[in-house]
């Protein structure tokens, strides 16, 4: 790994916050304390909180309220892309002042401003015949009115015809997300989220088949051995500062939702006619999945056998005759074991900032055994490998020396459909 003596370092030179006209602009960068920016592949808009702690009475002096509006730029030096973020206050919370009166600290919780659209969109429409990519693109450009673009780059199949009654956008974008069929993969789990360029509206298998080249640039390590006092030394932007694991196997609990075996049978309302069941048996329809890495289920033979001596989910899918073919129905089955399996397995990590790296993208860790500390470990064999970014978390500290400037720091939260090894 190269060097990287500006690990930690970041590029943020003016924090705006103005009126919701955009009158009275006012540059807080001095008065801010920390800024925590988080995005999710399970969140329809990016949010952010930042913490002010001042003694000029800023709040009186817009004043303030929540409706104003923040911008700002962040940016890893040299090889870092720059990202812009703006956002509205949506309401100023965990306000404390000192003894004296003299400084007081708050928090300015902010959304997109198409979060706060949406809070008061609602309506009444029918969405006919419609393929469902071209009906979220209806609902997000249209109803919506996002100031964002949408991208739509993993191909569906079927068509969204629905009727919604006093309902917002990301309710509508909730009921495309569940019904959604991809043309290419099976287990068709739909996401849509914002990142810091425009709005995604994928599966989570594209994200696996399409960035997985990425984790080559985007590997990880935890200093352990001999390097381990070396830490602070800050020897290279890619060291794991922090690691722990937080899920690793719910054996009962993926039995009863499905991820083992399940069955969906079809009934035809207006006929009253079923038809040919579908099934997702794990020990054979796993291999369906896009993976991270490794090929090998979690589970060993003689457990997937005893797991699938019946189907633990049974249900009856409904269908109208009289409205186009959905295709959801002969796909509920897989769906239903790939939203398990692909968060089975999660780790968080804290690191250095760095603006190149993207919810949804894929990155290498390399977990060590643990040992004593004058003997350099090998990498651990279950946890080390390529983990989909769930969520990414910027956190944004001001440094204590008095220079003004920040540090910069992620938290991912990071999921894997299965550990490394093969159990047999």
């Known amino acids: 790994m190269s060097e990287a003596v500006d690990a930690g370092s970041v590029e943020l030179d003016s924090i705006k916050i103005t009126t919701f006209t955009g009158g009275n602009p006012q540059e807080i960068r001095h008065l801010v304390t920390g800024l925590d920016v988080f995005e999710s592949l399970d969140n329809y808009t990016i949010v952010c909180d930042i913490i002010v702690s001042e003694g000029i009475e800023l709040l009186n002096f817009l004043p303030a309220g929540g409706e104003e509006k923040i911008s700002f730029k962040i940016k890893t030096p040299a090889s870092g892309k720059e990202i812009s973020y703006d956002f509205f ?45 071209d009906a979220i693109r209806e609902v997000v450009e249209k109803d919506l009115g996002a100031g964002k673009p949408l991208a739509t780059p993993d191909q569906t199949k079927g068509f969204f015809d629905y009727t919604v009654n006093r309902a917002r956008p990301f309710q509508v974008i909730d009921l495309i997300c569940e019904r959604s069929v991809s043309k290419k993969y099976k287990g068709s789990d739909y996401v849509f989220y914002e990142d810091n360029e425009k709005y995604q509206f994928l599966t989570i298998e594209y994200l696996i088949d399409t960035r997985k080249a990425k984790a080559k640039a985007f590997q990880f390590e935890y200093p352990t051995g001999k390097k381990a006092e070396q830490v602070d030394k800050r020897l290279s932007h890619r060291n794991i500062l922090k690691y722990e694991v937080f899920d690793q196997g719910d054996s009962m609990n993926k039995i009863k939702v499905g991820a083992h075996k399940n069955k969906y049978m079809e009934f035809d309302i207006l006929h009253g006619d079923y038809f040919e069941s579908q099934e997702y048996v794990n020990s054979g329809d796993h291999m369906s999945f896009q993976k991270t890495d490794s090929p090998y289920d979690t589970h060993s033979s003689a457990y997937n056998s005893f797991a699938e001596t019946s189907p ?33 397995y999660g780790m968080n990590i804290r690191v250095y900032g760095d603006t190149n790296l993207m919810v949804g993208d894929l990155i290498k860790l390399n977990i060590p055994e643990i040992t004593s500390l004058d003997v350099e470990p090998e990498d651990q064999e279950v946890y080390s490998g390529i983990f989909l970014v769930r969520a990414i978390r910027h956190m944004l500290e001001k440094q204590r020396e008095g220079t003004g400037k920040f540090e910069h720091f992620m938290v991912l939260d990071c999921r894997r459909p299965n550990l490394k090894r093969s159990l047999g």
């Open 312 to 344: 633990a989910l049974v249900n009856l899918a409904l269908k109208d005759g009289t409205r186009p073919e959905m295709q959801i129905n002969k796909n509920m089955h897989f769906k239903t074991a790939f939203r398990q399996k692909i968060f089975a």
């Open 89 to 133: 206050v949506e309401s100023i919370t965990d306000m404390v002042s000192n003894d004296m009166g003299s400084l007081k600290t708050y928090a300015l919780r902010c959304v997109t401003m198409d979060a706060m659209k949406n809070s008061y969109s609602l309506f009444t429409k029918r969405y006919k015949d419609m393929e469902y990519k």
